[in-house]
């Protein structure tokens, strides 16, 4: 097993949000040498295909999650479900706040760069891991008990975290929006989607400071 980095394959290179995460990368790597990184933002001799990138991330016992832009609400892509859980190795994730990855995430099954006071502790922390196989082990006791549902899951992180609603019964977002379409609520009117949605969020996310 190794580290893994890739930044989803893509040129988002030049934005905000971009250049901050490869300037935790590069931080990290003082510490966690070891880290591959892929992806055009690292040059042409960094691109790979989809199925390199598959095996890559599979052979890997962390994958870093990290998304095009920082502090934008709900913003949590791909990497985080098909390079991260569906391949079976640990999202380590930086992006969304960390209570929108409780939201949709099974309890104690990646790590948010926000709890560690520096990339050089999070470096420090995957190293203990990469070295303990038992507390490495703890982030995949999700998928491995047959008495807990999805629900289940969601209900262990509510307690552990009062006031958040997670997504219950493992529910897409077009089954949302179906259960949107025909609830009880009263029609609304927005005026401005602009207002609603870009003008609410942080500054750090829309790349306005």
């Given at each position: 097993?190794?580290?893994?980095?890739?930044?989803?394959?893509?040129?988002h290179c030049e934005s905000r949000g971009a250049k901050l995460r490869a300037k935790y990368v590069e931080q990290m790597m003082k510490t966690v040498p070891g880290i591959a990184r892929y992806g055009t933002c690292f040059g042409q001799s960094a691109r790979i295909s989809w199925d390199e990138a598959v095996a890559t991330v599979r052979s890997s016992k962390f994958y870093l999650a990290f998304e095009n832009s920082?502090?934008?609400?709900?913003?949590?892509?791909?990497?985080?479900?098909?390079?991260?859980?569906?391949?079976?190795?640990?999202?380590?994730?930086?992006?969304?706040?960390?209570a929108d990855y409780l939201r949709v995430a099974p309890p104690h099954s990646f790590i948010h760069t926000e709890d560690f006071s520096s990339p050089d502790e999070l470096g420090e922390y995957l190293l203990y891991l990469d070295a303990n196989v038992t507390a490495y082990r703890e982030y995949f006791a999700w998928r491995e008990?047959?008495?807990?549902?999805?629900?289940?899951?969601?209900?262990?992180?509510?307690?552990?975290?009062?006031?958040?609603?997670?997504?219950?019964?493992?529910?897409?977002?077009?089954?949302?929006?179906?259960?949107?379409?025909?609830?009880?609520?009263?029609?609304?009117?927005?005026?401005?989607?602009?207002?609603?949605v870009f003008d609410t969020e942080?500054?750090?996310?829309?790349d306005k400071t």
């Open positions: 097993m190794h580290f893994s980095f890739q930044v989803s394959m893509m040129s920082i502090h934008c609400k709900d913003y949590i892509t791909e990497k985080f479900t098909n390079l991260g859980y569906r391949l079976e190795t640990v999202p380590v994730v930086w992006g969304a706040r960390k008990d047959p008495e807990k549902s999805w629900d289940d899951l969601m209900l262990e992180v509510e307690r552990a975290h009062p006031g958040l609603k997670t997504l219950r019964y493992n529910a897409t977002g077009y089954e949302l929006l179906c259960d949107k379409l025909f609830d009880d609520e009263r029609p609304k009117v927005i005026p401005s989607l602009r207002r609603l942080p500054p750090e996310c829309t």
